[in-house]
């Protein structure tokens, strides 16, 4: 009798096992999780943002991270708000691209002449909404003309490149407009 039990406590175990790894298999990859994108408009970094239609950029900060295999804290690059509402800047903040350094009338710590590859960016709008994310840049970040539309640019996120339209409809999976 005594062996009996054991077999069934073998048996019970294995089959637990299998359907364990049954399980796992069956589960959905990892959805990506991506706040923002980074590319390089002409000689300059930007980088977007989701915002509801209608909503403003307001502020942002972007502060450089050490490496994760380093301690240390952020140290803040460029902050700055009140976005310009005139030229290519302030037209594309309103839709939630920034060229980083410029665009934005009130400067509260003056950008860097470069901006290192591992970041972290806030961005605050006018609907009291807050979109953040860090990212460790790729060696060559998605460049493009200047003068590229959004729609036609593609962008870095932490979780590879991904085009306007992909970023895009994430956001707005993502982040409730009233």
Same mark, same amino acid.
């Given at each position: 009798?005594?062996?009996?039990?054991?077999? #069934?406590? @073998?048996?019970?175990?294995?089959?637990?096992?299998?359907?364990?790894?049954?399980?796992?298999?069956?589960?959905?990859? !990892? #959805?990506?999780?991506?706040?923002?994108?980074?590319?390089?408009?002409?000689?300059?970094? %930007?980088?977007?943002?989701?915002?509801?239609?209608?909503? =403003?950029? !307001?502020?942002?900060?972007?502060?450089?991270?050490?490496?994760?295999?380093?301690?240390?804290? *952020?140290?803040?690059? @460029?902050? %700055?708000?009140?976005?310009?509402?005139?030229?290519?800047?302030?037209?594309? =903040?309103?839709?939630?691209?920034?060229?980083?350094?410029?665009?934005?009338?009130?400067?509260?710590? +003056?950008?860097?002449?470069?901006?290192?590859?591992?970041? *972290?960016?806030?961005?605050?709008?006018? /609907?009291? #909404? *807050?979109?953040? /994310? %860090?990212?460790?840049?790729?060696?060559?970040?998605?460049?493009?003309?200047? /003068?590229?539309?959004? +729609?036609?640019?593609?962008?870095?996120?932490?979780?590879?490149?991904?085009?306007?339209? =992909?970023? !895009? %409809?994430?956001?707005?999976?993502?982040?409730?407009?009233?």
């Amino acid at each position: 009798m005594l062996k009996r039990g054991r077999r #069934r406590l @073998w048996l019970l175990a294995g089959l637990l096992l299998c359907l364990s790894q049954l399980g796992a298999a069956c589960q959905h990859p !990892r #959805r990506p999780d991506y706040q923002i994108g980074f590319v390089r408009l002409g000689d300059r970094l %930007a980088v977007y943002t989701p915002i509801c239609p209608g909503d =403003t950029v !307001r502020t942002i900060q972007v502060h450089a991270v050490p490496p994760a295999e380093k301690s240390g804290n *952020s140290v803040l690059l @460029w902050e %700055a708000a009140d976005p310009v509402e005139t030229g290519p800047a302030g037209a594309d =903040t309103r839709d939630g691209l920034i060229v980083l350094g410029a665009g934005f009338g009130t400067v509260r710590q +003056a950008p860097p002449a470069q901006f290192d590859r591992t970041l *972290s960016v806030a961005v605050d709008t006018a /609907d009291g #909404r *807050s979109y953040s /994310d %860090a990212v460790a840049l790729p060696e060559q970040v998605a460049q493009f003309p200047a /003068d590229t539309p959004l +729609a036609a640019l593609s962008f870095d996120t932490d979780d590879g490149r991904v085009n306007y339209d =992909t970023l !895009r %409809a994430h956001f707005e999976r993502e982040i409730t407009c009233r």
